[in-house]
Structure formats: structure tokens, C-alpha cells
């Protein structure tokens, strides 16, 4: 049985602005009391009219242009009804014919995955479950949205997991939204159904409620694995239209049936009579293009051309606060030397460093001339005193070079201070000589000795070599 998966992805994601959709209320609302951030609008009292958010709008287009949409300069947007009660007007304001951003794509790996759309909507509000009655809490209800469809060109629960992930990393670039899975600022439903044999294909299924990429990930994979099992079994899904819904359970780790998927024609489509029609010119959403700073592939680039290893560079660009860090330090310069120092520096002690402080980096607290008076005076410095150093200019700003002197982390490389002191040491350790002399990696006691005998000061490669020197 030749089996393949055909996977599309559904992605929800919140906009970060201070306002609502359509109203003035704040668009905050994690851990926020519930209901205190609601107005007639919101809570859809009748006679409210809904104003759109100028910014959210603008975001949703730099969000297609990011993703390589066209942008339909004339749109608007339409009501769909809906079923629940946690959107009180009973329907939600979407685009359905005219979306913003249409026609778009991602590459993954070297696979292009098409973009069909990225439209703009409101967020419906949160209905919570306790003790056999359901809440519900107004304070989501009209916070600006996007959802951005892929067409099924996805074909394995790893590509699916690796497209989100860039999705997640553009959109967090263009600082639209945080995208944050587990807090629901982004939320993915994967649809999925199997080809088999090139002729077979069983019915679609959307999945809801993931929380997470590794949710996403076991739910495409249970659910090609259930539906070649149920076709294997009783074949009388083969070529069915019947598309359903299926809810994820991440304890059971398994999908359970919902509801047969609404049709269209339920949703019952029409124009928002409430909100004209809007247009953006063509100099505008040039405008808009303009703001998109450079994307994680774009950076990717960047950063390998500055010669850095692809370690260096793909955890650098994957995170656009890391690669502002970056950027940071290294100041403009392209001396590819001192690009590698700084990047062993941010990747190295700088994240250890915040990973263990459970901080978030800040870009604040990256100064360039620390990096460059480190990187200039790296002969006299140890790579424990430097990554020491880097600690403190990043914590409490302190000064390297001065910091250096204080803590008396400079190394001892004067040639004829060394050899003093080396011969010192010869003559009181006759047996360590003797020992060399046998056995040239006990070396390293002698160099011990000199180490010692400077406090720890001493260039160990310098005392090194002018132990070998002599005792040649
Ligand atoms: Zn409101």
C-alpha cells in the first residue's frame, strides 16, 4: 500500500496591538480579570457599530507581504455565522471573497508550501467549564486575528512542525504578534487526509485543539495512522466526501470525532453592512513592505556570509532578539574574526547565562565596545577570564579591561618575567625534571608550579614553551 499524507495547516495568530478589532477596549487579556475588558462593541449589544483597527489591518498586510501574498487593494470584510456563545452577536467578522493577503508561499527546507491566505478576523471570546456550568469571560472577544491557510502541500508531521516553526520565527521577526503556542497567541489545526495508491483518498479531517508543536506533531501522525487503519479495514471511506472534525486529546494522545464538518453555505456569508469597504493604494502597502526588516533566512544568509559556522548562525537567526544582540555587538563591522568572537560570545556564556537565569535577552545590555576591547586584548586573557568578563559587562555593565585589572585576570606574557620564574622552578623541583626528561607530558606539573608561582597570571602556553625551551 503506497500511502501519502496530505497535510494543511490553519494558523490563528493574535496581533499584539493595544486595541481590539473593532472597538477601543484593550486587546490585552492574559490573566486579566474576566469581563473587564468589554464595551458594547465587543460584547455585541445591539446598535453597536464596529470601527476597524487601522494598525491591525496594516499588520495583516505586512504579515502577507512577509509570507510573499499579493494584497487585494480593495477588501472587506463579512460576517459568518456563528454557533457559539462565546461570541455574543452570534456571528464573526471575517473576509472570506476578498482577503487581505492571497497567493503566497513558504519555502521549507527547498519544498515551496503555498500560502492560499492570510485574512483578517476578530477572536472570539473564552467559555470555561466548571463545576457543570460554562463561564464565559468577554475580555478575548474582538481581539484582532489572522488566519493564515496553507494549501495541503505539506506531506509528513515533521515538515508541518518545521513549517510552524518558521511561521513562528517570521512572525515574531516583523513583531506582530508573539506567536506563543502555549499561551494561544497562536493556534494551528492541522487538516489531514491519505492518499493511497495514487488513486484512494480518505475523508478530511480537521483537528482542533493542539497546544502545542509536539501536539501538532502526534496528531497528524495518530491521525494518518487511524485513517490507513480504517480504510485498510472496511475501504468504505475510500474516495467519501464526508469531511469531520476531531478533537485532539494529549493525555489519551489520540483523536476523538467532534462533528461532521459544517459546509460552507452553514456559515452563511454576507458583507458587514456595518463597515464600508477598504481600500489601500498601491504607495501604501509599498509603505508597508518597507517596515519588514530582514527575514530569518535573510539573516541566516547574513550571518553565514560573515563567516559563521552554521551552528552559530541558525541560532543566532532563528530568534530575532539574539540576532539583534548580535547585530548589536558586532557594530557594522565585517572582520569575520571578530564576527566568530562575538557569536562564541552570545551563543556561548551570554545564553548559558540567561538560560540559567530563566532571562530573556536584552539588547539593552549588549555593549559593543566591551565586545571589540575583549576581542583586541584576547592574547592577555584567558577564555575563562573572557567569558567572566563578558558575564559581567552584560550583567552590571562593568568595564572589561578595568574589570580585568581588578580582578587581576590578565595574563603574564612577559618572556623574561616567565623564564624567572621558570627557572625557579627548575632548580627547586630536580624530580619533575628528571620526570620531563622521561616523559614529556609531565610537562604539565612544571607549568602547574609556574601557574602557582604567578597566581595564575601566566600565559600557560608561553610557560610551556619556555619550559621546553630550557630544558632542551
Ligand atoms: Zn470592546
Known amino acids: 500500500m503506497k500511502i501519502t499524507p496530505i497535510i494543511g495547516l490553519e494558523v490563528h495568530v493574535e496581533l499584539k496591538t493595544k486595541s481590539k478589532m473593532f472597538c477601543s477596549c484593550s486587546a490585552h487579556h492574559f490573566h486579566v480579570k474576566a469581563n473587564t475588558h468589554t464595551c458594547p462593541v465587543c460584547l455585541g449589544l445591539p446598535g453597536a457599530l464596529p470601527v476597524p ?32 456563545p462565546d461570541l455574543a452577536k452570534g456571528y464573526q467578522i471575517t473576509q472570506l471573497q476578498k482577503p487581505f493577503a492571497i497567493n503566497g508561499y513558504l519555502d521549507v527546507d527547498s519544498h515551496r508550501i503555498r500560502i492560499n491566505r492570510a485574512h483578517m478576523e476578530e477572536d472570539t471570546g473564552k467559555s470555561i467549564h466548571e463545576n457543570g456550568a460554562t463561564l464565559l469571560d468577554f475580555n478575548r472577544s474582538g481581539v484582532p486575528l489572522v488566519e493564515i491557510v496553507s494549501e495541503p502541500d505539506l506531506t509528513s508531521a515533521e515538515e508541518a512542525k518545521k513549517y510552524l516553526t518558521k511561521l513562528q520565527q517570521i512572525i515574531r521577526y516583523i513583531g506582530v504578534s508573539d506567536a ?80 461532521s464538518k459544517e459546509g460552507s453555505a452553514d456559515y452563511r456569508y454576507f458583507p458587514e453592512p456595518d463597515i464600508p469597504p477598504i481600500s489601500f493604494s498601491a504607495a501604501k502597502i509599498q509603505n508597508i513592505k518597507a517596515t519588514i526588516p530582514l527575514l530569518p533566512d535573510q539573516k541566516l544568509d547574513q550571518y553565514q556570509k560573515l563567516g559563521l559556522s552554521d551552528a552559530d548562525s541558525q541560532l543566532l537567526s532563528r530568534n530575532p532578539s539574539f540576532a ?5 555587538a558586532l557594530d557594522h563591522k565585517t572582520d569575520n574574526d571578530f564576527a566568530k568572537f562575538v557569536a562564541n560570545l552570545i551563543n556561548g556564556p551570554i545564553r548559558t547565562f540567561l538560560n ?110 619556555i619550559f621546553e625551551k630550557l630544558l632542551k
Open 53 to 84: 483597527n487601522k494598525t491591525a489591518c496594516e499588520w495583516c498586510i505586512k504579515l502577507g507581504l512577509a509570507l510573499n501574498c499579493s494584497i487585494n487593494q480593495d477588501s472587506f470584510f463579512e460576517r459568518k455565522n456563528y454557533f457559539y
Open 180 to 259: 506563543d503556542i502555549e499561551k494561544g497567541s497562536m493556534r494551528c489545526e492541522p487538516t489531514v487526509n491519505v492518499c493511497i495508491d495514487d488513486r484512494f483518498y480518505t475523508p478530511l479531517v480537521e483537528i482542533k485543539n493542539v497546544a502545542s508543536l509536539t501536539g501538532v506533531m502526534n496528531a497528524i501522525n495518530f491521525e494518518i495512522k487511524r485513517q490507513v487503519e480504517k480504510f485498510a479495514k472496511d475501504k468504505i471511506e475510500k474516495n467519501s466526501s464526508n469531511k469531520t472534525t476531531r478533537g485532539w486529546d494529549a493525555v489519551k494522545n489520540q483523536t476523538f470525532l467532534q462533528r
Open 324 to 328: 539583534a544582540a548580535f547585530d548589536t
Open 356 to 465: 540559567e537565569s530563566k532571562l530573556e535577552i536584552d539588547i539593552n545590555s549588549i555593549h559593543p565596545t566591551h565586545f571589540q576591547d575583549l576581542f583586541e586584548n584576547q592574547d592577555r586573557l584567558s577564555s575563562t577570564a573572557i567569558k567572566e568578563l563578558i558575564i559581567d559587562s552584560y550583567r552590571d555593565n562593568l568595564e572589561p579591561l578595568e574589570n580585568a585589572k581588578n580582578k587581576n585576570l590578565f595574563q603574564v606574557s612577559d618572556v623574561n618575567t616567565l623564564e624567572t620564574l621558570a627557572k625557579e622552578i627548575i632548580d627547586t623541583h630536580p624530580k619533575a625534571v628528571e620526570d620531563y626528561q622521561k616523559n614529556p607530558a609531565a610537562i604539565g606539573f612544571l607549568v602547574g608550579q609556574l601557574m602557582k608561582a604567578s597566581q595564575g597570571s601566566a600565559n600557560p602556553q608561553l610557560a610551556k614553551e
